[in-house]
């Protein structure tokens, strides 16, 4: 695909938009980065060196849009005065990803769903590495598939995580394997409902062949998919992964134990399930797969054990940003927990756990835009309080707290009311407990 005439917009100087840039640079288009915002000095000049045009601030969002290609940053709402711009002067937006998979020439795997995308993205990265090929975590994590890209040599396979904001904008992006991990509410201050968020995640398969290979949550109603499924279930018999007691099975024989690893709840069974289905789908040997698995240890902010006070434990789960992810938390606590919630309204209602949250939960101190929704709905069945300060929300819940008890920080909505994001909210937790453990 050649680009030496090419006119290009990129919409966006995150990560995403930096890396698009410097790949079009690459293929020798004429390209200019637009942003809204204040960008970092030194990105905006780095690139400016490599030739790229970089217009910022109010500028951007009143500039000339007639461009050949149009590269839409996935973290950006198309509500924003920038994008609207560009609507307006009649500009087709094609995403990050879809630019990157133009010049890919290595297999893609291809994880998204509400949760778990990030644990199973680096599950299947050790595993494969472990079983000798080359790959790399990219896309929705860490480093940008545009980047990733332009190293390809260095790799055999990608594994890429795809977020329902990367899908929107996509093409011919065509996945070998694609796995779907569930489907909960989230995003709905992005989309107008459900429906719409499932029919963005969706288009993950939109391009497959009877060739490839999709490895599905059994418990989704999915719609017909051209690829080959292979199906997991931790809850459901009759599909091809399943789980029996601690062991996970493939067509009922037993393939790998939970304990053997250093992962633990019924969601992350699911999330070695959907890495072992990757691995059957590329004829890896069950000995190879299982060996990267059991190396693998959780990132940060993944139900985090990140001190103890008093014989009182205290959880880091500040990657919950949704509902699904706060429920599979409080599933996985024996104990008895004081509970941190509340950040960021991002549009969906609590009252779906209110039994969960009344089995398990002792007390809940609320913080954040959600606090008083999420008393209104919780205050029914379990003592509420509120904090105006992550600090003030830990000495509440310590207050609240026994013996052999459990705080668990695990927000269920996003970070964006308080934090810069839900890893300066973990870090921030984690600093105040090691604070006061000392």
């Known amino acids: 695909m050649k680009y030496s005439h090419t006119r290009a917009a990129v919409l966006g100087l995150g990560t995403s938009g930096e890396a698009a ?60 005065p920038l994008v609207q711009n560009f609507l307006r002067q009649g500009a087709v937006f094609t995403g990050e990803l879809e630019l990157a998979f133009r010049f890919c020439t290595r297999p893609v795997i291809a994880i998204t769903g509400t949760n778990g995308k990030t644990t199973t993205t680096q599950l299947i990265e050790s595993m494969l590495g472990a079983a000798g090929l080359r790959t790399v975590a990219c896309g929705n994590i860490g480093m940008p598939f545009s980047e990733a890209v332009q190293r390809q040599d260095e790799f055999d396979i990608f594994t890429v995580e795809v977020s329902s904001f990367q899908l929107e904008t996509i093409s011919t992006f065509r996945p070998t394997v694609a796995v779907w991990l569930n489907l909960t509410p989230d995003h709905l201050d992005r989309y107008r409902n459900l429906e719409e968020y499932r029919t963005a995640k969706l288009r993950v398969f939109e391009n497959q062949r009877s060739s490839d290979f999709a490895v599905t949550n059994y418990a989704d109603d999915l719609p017909g998919i051209a690829a080959r499924q292979i199906r997991f279930s931790a ?21 790998l134990s939970m304990s053997e690893t250093h992962v633990s709840g019924i969601h992350n069974a699911e999330n070695l399930m959907a890495a072992l289905g990757t691995a059957y789908a590329l004829q890896l040997p069950w000995e190879k797969a299982k060996c990267g698995l059991r190396q693998y240890r959780l990132l940060p902010h993944r139900c985090e054990q990140v001190g103890e006070i008093g014989e009182v434990i205290f959880i880091n789960d500040s990657k919950a940003t949704n509902l699904d992810a706060l429920a599979k938390a409080l599933e996985s606590q024996p104990k008895p927990v004081v509970l941190i919630a509340g950040g960021k309204d991002k549009g969906f209602g609590f009252d779906a756990i209110i039994d969960l949250v009344r089995a398990k939960a002792k007390h809940a101190v609320l913080i954040g835009e959600m606090a008083d929704r999420i008393f209104q709905s919780w205050s029914k069945v379990v003592p509420c309080s509120f904090a105006q300060t992550l600090r003030e929300a830990v000495d509440q819940a310590r207050q609240h707290s026994l013996p052999g008890e459990v705080v668990l920080f695990s927000p269920g909505t996003s970070s964006f009311d308080m934090f810069k994001n839900y890893g300066d909210r973990g870090n921030q937790f984690r600093e105040i407990i090691q604070e006061l453990a000392r």
Do not use: M, W
Not at 23 to 52: C, H, N
Not at 237 to 244: E, I, M, R, W, Y
Not at 247 to 255: A, D, L, M, R, Y
């Open 235 to 255: 809850y459901l018999k009759g599909c091809d992964f399943t789980l029996h007691g601690e062991t996970i099975q493939f067509g009922g024989e037993p393939v």
């Open 21 to 80: 840039a410097k790949l079009l640079q690459r293929q020798g288009a004429r390209v200019t980065v637009f942003d809204s915002g204040k960008p970092d000095p030194e990105k905006v000049l780095g690139l400016k060196e490599l030739g790229v045009s970089v217009i910022t601030g109010e500028a951007a969002d009143v500039a000339e849009g007639n461009y050949d290609l149009t590269v839409l940053s996935p973290g950006i709402d198309p509500v924003v």
